[in-house]
């Protein structure tokens, strides 16, 4: 199990912009596809965005499509997410999977979570 620690949650008003952080011990990439997650209060997981080991590739849920953006950088060993536009129904816990694989019912995770980061959308 690889240690990792998602960061840059915090409070902002509708319209506003954060950028979320997911850095892992050793390679990030060691383990299959990198995804975004978040859970609501009261409501299940969902899959907010996925980028492949290559990087060439990224995946984002409809809902965030246009105002999230998912990305690799290499040299921080971090994949990060890009939020635009936030609303107040992007309000959740952000967490990131580092072992993610698509099959026949979408995209599954198989790594453990970690403590996740507040992302709050309120005037």
């Known amino acids: 199990q690889v240690q990792l620690v998602e960061s840059g949650g915090g409070l902002v008003q509708p319209g506003g912009s954060l950028r979320l952080s997911c850095a892992a011990s050793?390679?990030?990439?060691?383990?299959?596809?990198v995804g975004w997650y978040r859970q609501a209060p009261g409501k299940q997981r969902e899959l907010v965005a996925v980028?492949?080991?290559?990087?060439?590739?990224?995946t984002t849920a409809d809902s965030v499509k246009g105002r999230f953006t998912i990305s690799r950088d290499n040299a921080k060993n971090t994949v990060d997410l890009q939020m635009n536009s936030l609303k107040p129904e992007d309000t959740a816990v952000y967490y990131c999977n580092i072992d993610v694989r698509f099959g026949r019912y979408g995209w599954e995770t198989f790594g453990s979570w970690g403590q996740g980061t507040q992302v709050t959308v309120s005037s």
């Open positions: 980028i492949t080991r290559s990087g060439g590739t990224t």
């Open positions: 050793g390679s990030i990439f060691s383990t299959n596809a």
